[in-house]
Every structure is written in structure tokens, then in C-alpha cells.
């Protein structure tokens, strides 16, 4: 086949999944699988904001790509009751495409934005008052015609996903009352999923065939539910139409993906890294070692304070993992 490989194990969303990934998303957190604690956790805040007659606290989720933040998010409005208007980061360049969206949001609305670590200085200030108090404060005219403008809003839920935690400012990460990482599906998870994605896409699926799919999708609902439809084309065109563990293997390893969930990208790289540390430690190493430009060390080898000086690079103050090879 030439499936690209990079594009059959991408953890991001591609163009054309669009829809079909919207047909596959659970509406509500009894049909959720996985994260478990998160689910739990946003089950207990949902009710009682809902016998309050409250928005429901804003929620910051975290985690790799493809693990059901944005899922979360519109079962959240759905739990709610609420509307969900959906942007990201990146799109908000200005001040003023926030002011528009918060502006047009109804009581109890929720706003998601994905990627919130990439949103530009100037609109994450705005969105501090829109968070605590339910204001955004305009700024009309410049220089000594300067004055601020202070525009209500209604009471919403401010739902933010994230890649990158750890690029989120205090001010905006402190604002936030609910937070939950989103760690990598079990296999019985993902065993799970697939077994309810291929019931939605009316796709005849063993459980031993859900079982390879899951052990093959790197801990990603989203990856599990791009194989199965892979594999779903295959059994239809080569086979007889059901998933088996067999059928599925077969697929799978014409795609380029082994047993382990590993492409072809990922065995290059463990190849040249293994290859490239023989060649370090047999040809490069020795010299090296002589000179003293390099110790060995119980944690592997150790760039020393006369290779920093040679190479006029400042030696690092404290003990730490930099210039030091794992090998």
C-alpha cells in the first residue's frame, strides 16, 4: 500500500475524519470509556452546578492529542444543557474576535478553545475579568482620549484544551476551578472503543479482531478508531466482510504497523539511534575517553568541564542530565 504511515498513526485530527469522527464521539459521560477519575470527577461537578442553576466552573484539560479533550468538551455543553461555540488558540489573533464570541454567548454556554496555550498575550488579558467576574473591559480611543469600557456577559464556562500545560501562563492556569490530565486508554479501553465505533459504523468485528486494532493504537481513541476503518476496507475488498485478529494483523502490517504500534518511522528511529550509539561507542568514543573530554558514569557518559571550555560553551553549574549520553 501506499499509505503514508505518518498520516495512519498521526495522533491529530486529519481534515477529511471530520465528520465521521463527530458520528463516532460519545454525547454523554455514561457512554464515555476510559479516564475514568476525570469522568467521575466532572460527573460530580455537572450535577451540582445543575442543581444550582449555575454554569458549571471552567475546565482546563490536558493531554496528548487524541484523547477525547475536545469529546469532553461538547459532552459537557450536552450534560448542560448548553450550547457549545468552538475555537482555537491560533484563531484568535485579536482582541477583538474574542470580544465578538464572548459577547454573542448565552447564560450557561460553553466556550471551547483548543490549543489555549498558543493564544497571544493581548487576548488571554482579556479573557482574565471574562473568567472571574463576567466582564471584558474594552479599551476605546488611544493616548489622552483613552478610556475603558466595562461590557457584562452572561455567565458562561470557559472549557480549554491543551498540549502544553506547562506554556500556560498562572494568571490564566489559576483561573480555572476544574483540572484534569488525560492519560494514554488502557487496552480493554481501547478494546472498548473500538467494539463501539465498529457498532456505529455497522462494521462486523470479532473480539479477538477489536483486540488486535486496540493493541496496535498506541493508547489513542483516535488512532483505534482510524484503524478500524482501515481494517474495515480491507476485510471488505480482501476478505469476507468480518474483523478478525488475523484480518486485522494483516491489514495492519500492510499499513506499515506492527503488533507493538510501531511504523515505520518509529523503527528508523530506534535503528539509527542503536546503530548511531555502536558507531559512538566503537569509533568516536575511544579518543575521547583518552583526553578526557568524556567519563564513563553509572548513568552513562558524561561530557566533562575541559570539553565545554574546548568547545567555548559554558560548563552548567549543577549536576544535571545535560551533556550526558544514556549509553
Do not use: C, W
Not at 493616548?143 to 500556560?168: D, E, K, N, Q
Not at 492556569?173 to 467494539?195: K, N, P, Q, T
Not at 573530554?293 to 574546548?310: L, M, N, Q, W
Request: proline content about 6%.
Amino acid at each position: 500500500m501506499t499509505t503514508d504511515p505518518a498520516h495512519v498513526m498521526s495522533r491529530t485530527a486529519l481534515p477529511e475524519e471530520a465528520s465521521l469522527e463527530r458520528q463516532l464521539r460519545p454525547q454523554h459521560l455514561d457512554e464515555y470509556v476510559g479516564q475514568r477519575a476525570a469522568v467521575e470527577s466532572l460527573r460530580v461537578s455537572v450535577e451540582a452546578a445543575r442543581q444550582r442553576g449555575e454554569p458549571l466552573d471552567h475546565v482546563l484539560l490536558s493531554g496528548p492529542p487524541g484523547l477525547g479533550k475536545t469529546t469532553l468538551a461538547t459532552i459537557l455543553a450536552n450534560e448542560m444543557s448548553a450550547a457549545i461555540v468552538t475555537t482555537a488558540g491560533p484563531s484568535l489573533e485579536r482582541g477583538g474576535d474574542l470580544m465578538g464570541i464572548l459577547t454573542n454567548l448565552n447564560e450557561r454556554d460553553i466556550l471551547f478553545v483548543d490549543e489555549i496555550h498558543r493564544l497571544p498575550r493581548v487576548v488571554e488579558e482579556l479573557l482574565y475579568p471574562a473568567m472571574e467576574d463576567f466582564t471584558v473591559n474594552f479599551v476605546m480611543d488611544k493616548g489622552l482620549h483613552a478610556r475603558t469600557m466595562r461590557i457584562p456577559l452572561r455567565p458562561f464556562t470557559l472549557v480549554a484544551a491543551t498540549t502544553r500545560p506547562g506554556m500556560l501562563s498562572s494568571p490564566l492556569r489559576e483561573r480555572f476551578g476544574i483540572f484534569h490530565h488525560l492519560d494514554f486508554y488502557s487496552l480493554s479501553e481501547l478494546h472498548d472503543i473500538v467494539a463501539r465505533s465498529a457498532s456505529i459504523l455497522s462494521a462486523r468485528v470479532e473480539g479477538e479482531g477489536a483486540r488486535a486494532i486496540a493493541q496496535r493504537s498506541r493508547g489513542t481513541p483516535r488512532i483505534a478508531n482510524r484503524l478500524l476503518r482501515r481494517v474495515r476496507d480491507y476485510v471488505q475488498v480482501k476478505g469476507n466482510g468480518v474483523v478478525t485478529a488475523t484480518s486485522a494483523s494483516d491489514a495492519l502490517d500492510r499499513e506499515g504497523v506492527d503488533a507493538m504500534g510501531l511504523d515505520r518511522l518509529d523503527r528508523r528511529f530506534l535503528t539509527a539511534i542503536i546503530e548511531q550509539a555502536e558507531t559512538l561507542a566503537e569509533v568516536v568514543e575511544p579518543f575521547l575517553l583518552k583526553i578526557g573530554f568524556v567519563v564513563r558514569t553509572p548513568t552513562g557518559r558524561k561530557v566533562t568541564p575541559p570539553a565545554y571550555s574546548h568547545l567555548g560553551l559554558a560548563t552548567p553549574s549543577a549536576p544535571s542530565a545535560q551533556g550526558q549520553l544514556p549509553i
